[in-house]
Nanobody, 115 residues
């Protein structure tokens, strides 16, 4: 089993920045991809960004140009750098990791963008 531990969420003013991190631990053999999803109240959980071991990324249109995803493969850690944050970015952000045996999810971390 793989556990994902997230950090970096919090309250930030519009236009501000946050960096989320997520570290995988446990029974890790090979993680092929990691990513971030988010879910606002009353909304579905949507992909924000993902990254493969080779560095290939996918970024949601709503955050392109503002968010950057990166990965430290040696540490089994993924980061989400969030700049120019908007109130509509407010959501619970979930880390996930894809391994050969399953897809794993973190507990989520709250990001609130408000003045």
């Amino acid at each position: 089993q793989v556990q994902l531990v997230e950090s970096g969420g919090g309250l930030v003013q519009p236009g501000g920045s946050l960096r989320l991190s997520c570290t995988a631990s446990g029974r890790i053999f090979r993680i092929y991809a990691m990513g971030w999803y988010r879910q606002a109240p009353g909304k579905q959980r949507d992909l924000v960004a993902s990254i493969t071991t080779s560095g290939s990324t996918n970024i949601a249109d709503s955050v392109k140009g503002r968010f950057t995803i990166s990965r430290d493969n040696a540490k089994n850690t993924v980061y989400l750098q969030m700049n120019s944050l908007k109130p509509e970015d407010t959501a619970v952000y979930y880390c996930n990791a894809a391994q050969y045996d399953a897809i794993y999810w973190g507990q989520g971390t709250q990001v609130t963008v408000s003045s």
